[in-house]
Structures are given as C-alpha cells and as structure tokens.
C-alpha cells in the first residue's frame, strides 16, 4: 500500500480493520446499559459512539474505509455482542473472537469494566487521552491483555514510570531504613549488580487506572518491584497484588526445593567512635 501511494496512486481501502479491546469496551458498556441488548444505527447513543470512535482513532488514516465506525459498523458491532450473550436464544451474527473475550470481562467483573469504559469516554471527550495506534508494538502484550485496553494502560504506565515519583519513594523506603528489595521476589539489583545496580528498582501502582480514576498519586500507591515480577503482574487481568505474587513465587520455589531471597536488614545507624 505504501509503496503505491510513493507511485502516484489514489489507494482506497475498501474494508475496515479488525475492533480493538478499548473499541470494544466502550461499545460493551453501551449493549450493557441497553440492558444487554443491540442498538439501532438512529439512537443518539450510537452517534454518540461513533463520535467516539473516530476520535480514539485506534488506526491511522490510511488503514480506514470511509466507512470506518460509522453509525451502521458502530450499531452492528452491539449486536454482535448482544447476540454472544449466554442468555441469548436467537440467531448469533459473525462478530469476532475478541468481543467474546471483553463481554465475557463484562459479566465477570462488571464494576470494574464500566469504570474503564467511563474513564475511557472521558478522557476522549476532554482530548487528555494518547492515541495509541493498534500496530504499535511497545508493551503490546500486556496492553492487550490490560483489563481497561491499551489506551488506559499507557496512561497507567506513565504514572508509574514518573520519575519523581520514583525517587519520592526510594527516598521514603531509605530514609525508614529499608532496602530497595522486590517486594514480590526480594531481588536485590545491588546484591547482584554491585555498584552498578545501587539505587536501582522500579515502581509500581499498585491501584490500576480504571479503579483509581485520575488524581494525585500517594507514595503508598506505590510498590518496589523488580522488572521480571513487574512484568509478571501486567501480563494478565486481573493483575495480582504484590503480596499475591510473593506468595505464588513462594510456593513455586518451595516445590522446586528452593529459597526466595528477603530483603536485606536495614544497617544499624552509625555511631561515632570514642
């Protein structure tokens, strides 16, 4: 396609692409409020949905028919996921694998999904929300595994990697005597790296976006994790807790006949010598 429009030619994309996760969560929300039930293409909240669509903007311009989440695909998408309900006795439409998985989300965590699609909507109206492009692949797994979708989880991570933040709370941990240990696994980065891992460890929220809504962050919002238990908890929703996680790593290394390191005992306070 690229290549053709470098040649001259007019490329008209004739299909639209496949629904993403944060696509599907606001359409969701609008077949949930409907009582589980498809819209027409002439009810204001399709247009409504529509409008969103468009400015979420899940690919660029020119991967979009003209079509592209309009009033019809955007009243045809709810009921493809109204006719997947378990509930449901008629004829089901096509739809795809991925609206099974965000109705299912709905039915299995209700609150927690029409809080993402709320903050989702918002974000869109106010124009505070990134765009972030389907083919984009930084963090793509845990993204699309993230239970308020990829756009969410972006604005989650950024939280998170806030570097201000982050020295707020190593100084904290510091200053009470403790020791940037993982509070999941208890690696230790400057046991194990010397003085090139001193200071080193990173943040995570431990309140996700859809719940915690936008506002201040608190330090103890934060935890202390390694990369790998970081990467661990984002893989897949729900997301454990890192006391949950320090007991999943505890009973695997208990049956593999091994120990899981703590963190080390904060140093005494020194004292000047007589």
């Given at each position: 396609m690229i290549w053709l429009k470098r040649e001259g030619f007019k490329v008209v994309v004739s299909r639209n692409p496949k629904w993403t996760r944060d696509e599907l969560i606001?359409?969701?929300?609008?077949?949930?409020?409907?009582g589980w039930e498809g819209l027409a293409a002439e009810d204001p909240r399709i247009a409504e949905l529509s409008a969103l669509l468009q400015?979420?903007?899940a690919y660029p311009e020119e991967e979009r028919a003209a079509t592209y989440r309009n009033r019809n695909g955007a009243a045809r998408k709810t009921y493809d996921i109204a006719t997947h309900h378990p509930d449901y006795t008629?004829?089901?439409?096509?739809?795809?694998?991925l609206d099974v998985v965000v109705l299912q989300d709905f039915l299995d965590r209700p609150a927690e999904m029409a809080q993402a699609a709320q903050l989702l909507r918002e974000g869109l109206k106010a124009g505070t929300l990134e765009t972030v492009l389907a083919e984009d692949d930084d963090?793509?797994?845990?993204?699309?595994?993230?239970?308020?979708?990829?756009?969410?989880?972006?604005?989650?991570?950024?939280?998170?990697?806030?570097?201000?933040?982050?020295?707020?709370k190593i100084a904290a941990v510091l200053k009470a005597g403790?020791?940037?240990?993982?509070?999941?696994?208890?690696?230790?980065?400057?046991?194990v790296y010397g003085e090139r891992g001193e200071g080193y460890i990173e943040?995570?929220?431990v309140v996700p976006l859809h719940e915690a809504g936008e506002g201040t962050t608190k330090l103890?919002?934060?935890a202390l994790i390694c990369s790998n238990c970081h990467r661990m908890i984002h893989r897949s929703a729900p997301w454990p807790t890192p006391a949950e996680l320090r007991n999943l790593v505890r009973r695997?290394?208990?049956s593999a006949g091994t120990l899981l390191p703590g963190p080390r005992p904060a140093k005494a306070p020194e004292t000047a010598a007589p």
């Open positions: 606001l359409a969701c929300d609008v077949v949930v409020r409907n400015a979420l903007a008629g004829k089901r439409t096509n739809g795809g694998r963090d793509a797994e845990d993204e699309a595994s993230a239970p308020e979708g990829r756009v969410l989880y972006r604005r989650h991570r950024t939280r998170e990697r806030n570097k201000g933040l982050r020295k707020k403790g020791s940037l240990a993982c509070e999941a696994c208890g690696f230790d980065f400057a046991l943040c995570h929220h103890s919002d934060l695997q290394t208990a």
